[in-house]
C-alpha cells in the first residue's frame, strides 16, 4: 500500500486545523515542520499578552493571546482559563474547521520501532476517517486497520462501526503522570511502544491527556471545553481530564467512538511534580467522588444535540457536585457560558450538531 506521505495533498489540509497552547517561541515547530507546514495553526498565548511569541517563518497561523479572547468573548470570556493550557479550548471556539488536532510545545516527533520518525497527525486523520467498535469489543483491537478485522463472533449487525469522535494519542520517554506518581517514580520513562488503536468501550471512562489529541469538532467540539483551571481556581491539572469525563459521557449517549492508542509523540519535558502537586491536590481528593458522578449520569432522551447535552450536564453538576465544593457551582456556570460563547461564534453549529440520538449503530 502506498505511504500516505507520498500524496501531493497532504490529508484534510483544508478540513483541520492544530491548536497549541503556549508562553514560549515555538522552537518545537521546526521538528513539526515536515507534517505540520501545510495545516492551519491556531495558537492561543497564555500568560503576559505583551509578551512577543516567536513562530518559526513558513507556518500559516493565527495568534490569540488575552487581550484577544477578552475583545472577542467580552464578559464570556470568564469560562476560558489564564495561566493553564485549559485556554487551549479557546482555540477549539474559533476555529472554522472540522477537525482540530492539539499538541503540546514540550511534544516532539517520536520514532517507531524501526526508527522512522512517526506523522502522529496522519495516524490521528485515520483514526478520525475509520469508524469506532464502541458496543462490542474486538479482540484484533481496531478491525479498520490494515491487516486487521472482525474476529470470529463479532456480530455482523454491528461491523458497520460508529462515527469516531476523538482520536487519543499517547507519548514515549515522559509519562502523564500524577505528582504522587512522579515523586514515587521520578526516574520512570515509557519506552514501551504498543502498535494498537482501540475504541474505548461505551460506559467506561477513561483519562483524557490533551497533549496528543486529535478529534471531530463538528461532532463533539461543544463539548471539549476544558474547564476553570489555573490562575485563580482551586484546582490544575484538571483540565483535560474534565473534557475527557463530559465528552465521553456525550459520546456514549450519541452514539459515537472514542479511540486510544496510536500515535505516539516524544513528551520531552518533566514538569515538577511539588508544583503539580499543589494543583493537583483538590483533584485528588475531588476525582474519588467525580468519576463515581460521571458513572452515573444519564442524560435525557430530549438531549439531541452536544449543547444540549452539555447544558444538561452543567445542570446535573451544579446539583450532584455542587456539594462538593463551591468551585463546582461556578463551573457548572461556566459550562453554559461556554456554550453560550461557543454559539455566537458558530451560529451554524448550532444547528448542524442536530444530529439524532442513535442513529449511529
Known amino acids: 500500500m502506498a505511504e500516505a506521505s507520498v500524496s501531493p495533498t497532504p490529508l484534510l489540509k483544508d478540513e483541520l486545523d492544530i491548536v497549541i497552547p503556549t508562553i514560549r ?31 518559526p517563518e513558513g507556518f500559516d497561523y493565527e495568534l490569540y493571546n488575552r487581550n484577544d479572547i477578552n475583545r472577542i468573548l467580552g464578559p464570556k470570556a470568564s469560562c476560558i482559563s489564564f495561566k493553564d493550557s485549559a485556554c487551549r479550548c479557546f482555540g477549539y471556539m474559533v476555529s472554522k474547521k472540522k477537525y482540530i488536532y492539539t499538541i503540546d510545545d514540550d511534544c516532539f516527533v517520536a520514532k517507531d520501532p524501526s526508527g522512522k520518525e512517526i506523522n502522529a497527525l496522519e495516524q490521528h486523520i485515520k483514526n478520525l476517517l475509520t469508524p469506532s467498535t464502541p458496543f462490542f469489543f474486538n479482540t484484533l483491537y481496531d478491525p479498520y486497520r490494515d491487516g486487521a478485522d472482525f474476529v470470529r463472533g463479532y456480530p455482523f449487525s454491528l461491523r ?18 500524577d505528582a504522587p506518581t512522579q515523586l514515587v517514580k521520578p526516574r520512570e520513562r515509557n519506552t514501551r511502544y504498543v502498535d494498537a488503536v482501540l475504541t474505548i468501550p461505551k460506559g467506561t471512562l477513561f483519562p483524557l491527556c490533551g497533549m496528543n489529541l486529535g478529534f471531530n ?98 445542570k446535573q453538576v451544579k446539583a450532584k457536585l455542587g456539594k462538593i465544593d463551591p468551585y463546582f457551582l461556578k463551573l457548572a456556570d461556566a459550562m453554559v457560558t461556554w456554550i453560550e460563547a461557543w454559539d455566537e461564534l458558530n451560529p451554524s453549529g448550532a444547528d448542524s450538531a442536530e444530529i439524532p440520538n442513535g442513529a449511529a449503530k
Open 160 to 177: 458497520e462501526g460508529a462515527p469516531t469522535a476523538v482520536s487519543h494519542g499517547l507519548w514515549l520517554n515522559i509519562p502523564d503522570y
Open 217 to 314: 469538532r463538528e461532532l463533539i467540539g461543544p463539548a471539549m471545553y476544558f474547564g476553570l483551571m489555573g490562575d485563580g481556581q482551586p484546582i490544575g491539572r484538571y483540565d483535560d481530564m474534565w473534557a475527557g469525563w463530559c465528552t465521553k459521557v456525550i459520546c456514549d449517549h450519541m452514539g459515537w467512538g472514542v479511540k486510544t492508542g496510536l500515535p505516539y509523540i516524544w513528551h520531552s519535558k518533566a514538569s515538577n511534580p511539588f508544583v503539580n502537586l499543589k494543583k493537583e491536590y483538590n483533584g485528588i481528593y475531588w476525582q474519588e467522588e467525580l468519576i463515581p458522578f460521571f458513572q452515573s449520569v444519564t442524560l435525557l432522551k430530549e438531549c439531541t444535540t452536544v449543547q444540549k447535552c452539555y447544558i444538561e450536564l452543567s
Open 25 to 55: 517561541n515555538l522552537d518545537f515547530l521546526e521538528m513539526w515542520r515536515p507534517f505540520f507546514q501545510p495545516y492551519h495553526l491556531i495558537i492561543v498565548q497564555d500568560g503576559d499578552p505583551s509578551r512577543t511569541i516567536n513562530v
